[in-house]
């Protein structure tokens, strides 16, 4: 099976800084690659499908990038309210596996 | 407005059986892939089992394979996960999820119920 990482496990960042996690496939998937986001108590959102693919609605601050085996989620000026663990997800074919997860917080 | 709410969560002792279920609204239900994924209390999330729009395809993850089985009633708008012989570790919060493209067998999840809590525990 293929194995999703993801880093770092944790970051801090100020108000306005650009952030940065890292997803690692452990053989290609092409672009069947997505992001989550999910705040504390709630349930995941998505936030980009196809690799790089926003979701309506979600803030142009997200970005994401990336192929085959190494994908990255950008998030341009963080807000506060983007206080979360972020996951992201293949899903070429089963098992659907998810990343370990990204915590992020406001320094 | 898309909807799925989950129930039958309870607290179970070790080898017992439980059935959950999804119910959904506000899409074409039939059109769209489901999948169920759980949270262990503090942990990440665990793809669990899915399947397509019209069953013809379907797939677990190894930790549960022959112990649980995903199926769904076009007819209801419903999506059911039958637990069986269940293990401490099998609690969690459990999501019914809603796939992203129509008639798909690859498609990321665009929607999340709130999940049931499942406790497994003697």
């Known amino acids: 099976d293929i194995q999703m990482t993801q880093s770092p496990s944790s970051l801090s960042a100020s108000v306005g800084d650009r952030v940065t996690i890292t997803c690692r496939a452990s053989q290609g998937i092409s672009n069947y690659l997505a992001w989550y986001q999910q705040k504390p108590g709630k349930a995941p959102k998505l936030l980009i499908y196809v690799a790089s693919t926003l979701r309506s609605g979600v803030p142009s601050r997200f970005s994401g990038s990336g192929s085959k085996t190494d994908f990255t989620l950008t998030i341009n000026s963080l807000q506060p309210e983007d206080v979360a663990t972020y996951y992201c997800q293949k899903y070429n074919g089963a098992p659907f596996t998810f990343g370990p997860g990204t915590k992020v917080d406001i320094k | 407005e898309v909807q799925l709410v989950e129930s039958g969560g309870d607290l179970v002792q070790p080898g017992r059986s439980l059935r959950l279920s999804c119910a959904a609204s506000g899409f074409t239900f039939d059109d769209y892939g489901m999948h169920w994924v759980r949270q262990a209390p503090g942990k990440g999330l665990e793809w669990v089992s899915g399947?397509?729009?019209?069953?013809?395809?379907?797939d677990y993850a190894d930790s549960v394979k022959g112990r649980f089985t995903i199926s769904r009633d076009n007819a209801k708008n419903a999506l059911y996960l039958q637990m069986n012989s269940l293990r401490p570790e099998d609690t969690a919060l459990y999501y019914c999820?809603?796939?992203?493209?129509?008639?798909?067998?690859?498609?990321?999840?665009?929607?999340w119920g709130q999940g049931i809590l499942v406790t497994v525990s003697s």
């Open positions: 399947l397509s729009w019209n069953s013809g395809r379907i």
């Open positions: 999820a809603k796939e992203g493209h129509p008639w798909s067998s690859n498609s990321w999840i665009d929607y």
